[in-house]
């Protein structure tokens, strides 16, 4: 199938030419593995591959050994990784590259830029992302995990769990957000970079989820883990605030993933529907099948102009928060709509693991959940309207 840019497009010529390239890469050295990884989970030499080709720092400065590109890159490389059909490769890749790297090149210091980002360009490690504890989850504010400052030896000591970690077993660091002041409220908050290998971090075991397999998720504990100043992301107590800020590009990618994901689970179900006959017809000429795709066609160009617009406000540096909410909600209704159609129409073969189907929809049905779930999303827009 040809590889496109929709269009109303935020892209250009270059944006076309980057698309192709990754599309190639894509069915060369992705997609025919897709399905083993469901069972081994992603090999790291897959992100050590993309850093060689320059995909990890699409839009990260040329000195960290980014392609130094606009936003709208890692869009087109979201878009393109879904069309694999690895929902759990999408996911740990955006972690490493949508969640942790920017929020490094925003907060961090040279010293930290220069360890990590230009580690994580090359796909040399992989980084995890903390927020998560088994007490707190959509209400970040309840999280628990402490560091206290030892001022005798002028370190911290970190003590706490976080659970549901992508990458949380192959990362050589985890961005942690932790309480540092239990009574300053939201002002009481600070993020550490902590390597995966300090003494007192322990993995725990791989936790067995519905869908996204080729993912790991680990649940992990911290366990008086010492970590110098220089480990503090931004500045101390001001955590929630980067934390907040951080989850605006992580919802910003979910969408445009998850949504380009669905894209691709209607394109394999609109080939069953041109060769699959029932009744002496093609499935697809059925009137109520054709109007399920003229349904789901309308609601994915609703989404994706959506998101490209709240695309171009961010790329444009306005902090469009109540926009970004509704184009991940939207984008994970769509997408949850569009693979239950896509079930239905491929019949009992959409309930089989051997199509690809079957896994799409497992995968999908979390993106209602993660990167702040529908309920959550709902009401940071009703918030926004002062209510
Ligand atoms: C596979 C997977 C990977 C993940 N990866 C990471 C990761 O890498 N890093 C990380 O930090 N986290 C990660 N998460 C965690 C994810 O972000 C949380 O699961 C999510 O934020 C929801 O939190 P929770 O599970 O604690 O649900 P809860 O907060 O307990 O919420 C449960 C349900 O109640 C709803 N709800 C909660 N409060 C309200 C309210 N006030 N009003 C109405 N409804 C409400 C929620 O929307 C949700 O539907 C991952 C989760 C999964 C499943």
């Not at 605006?248 to 445009?256: G, P, V």
């Not at 994970?332 to 199509?355: L, P």
């Not at 309920?375 to 309207?385: A, H, Q």
Request: glycine share 10%.
């Amino acid at each position: 199938m040809a590889v496109t840019a929709p269009e109303l497009s935020i892209f250009t010529d270059e944006h076309q030419q980057l698309r192709e390239s990754i599309a190639a890469f894509v069915a060369r050295e992705v997609a025919p593995h897709v399905s083993e990884w469901e069972h081994t989970t992603f090999p790291d030499s897959i992100v050590r591959r993309m850093g060689e080709l320059g995909l990890l720092g699409l839009s990260m400065p040329e000195q960290y050994g980014g392609q130094g590109g606009d936003y709208f890159t890692n869009i087109v490389l979201a878009e393109e990784i879904a069309r694999a059909g690895s929902g759990g490769l999408l996911m740990g890749l955006s972690v490493h590259t949508d969640m942790v790297m920017p929020p490094i090149l925003e907060f961090g210091t040279d010293e930290q830029r220069e360890r990590y980002l230009k580690a994580g360009i090359a796909g040399e490690e992989i980084y995890a992302l903390g927020i998560t504890e088994p007490d707190a989850g959509s209400d970040v504010a309840a999280i628990k995990t402490r560091a206290v400052r030892d001022e005798s030896a002028g370190e911290w000591v970190i003590d706490g769990s976080k659970t549901y970690i992508t990458n949380g077993h192959r990362a050589s660091m985890i961005m942690l957000v932790t309480r540092t002041d239990l009574d300053a409220g939201y002002d009481g908050f600070t993020i550490f970079l902590v390597p995966m290998d300090a003494p007192g971090v322990i993995r725990g075991h791989k936790l067995e989820k519905m869908g996204m397999h080729a993912s790991d998720t680990a649940l992990l504990a911290f366990d008086g883990v010492r970590v110098p100043d220089s480990a503090i992301l931004g500045e101390v107590g001001r955590g929630f605030q980067h934390i907040m800020w951080e989850l605006q590009a992580e919802r910003a990618i979910a969408a445009a993933g998850c949504l380009a994901y669905a894209q691709y689970a209607f394109d394999m179900t609109l080939e069953y529907a041109l060769e699959r006959k029932t009744f002496g017809r093609t499935l697809g000429t059925h009137q109520a099948i054709r109007h399920k795709f003229a349904n789901m066609a309308m609601e994915i160009e609703a989404a994706r102009r959506l998101i490209y617009a709240t695309a171009a406000d961010y790329a444009a540096g306005k902090y469009n928060v109540r926009e970004i909410s509704m184009a991940k909600l939207k984008a994970t209704q769509v997408a949850w709509m569009v693979v239950d159609e896509c079930v239905q129409i491929h019949g009992g073969a959409g309930y089989m693991s051997e199509f690809a189907i079957e896994r799409v929809m497992r995968d999908i049905r979390l993106y209602r959940i993660g990167a702040g779930a529908d309920e959550i999303m709902l009401d940071v827009i009703g918030k926004s309207y002062g209510l």
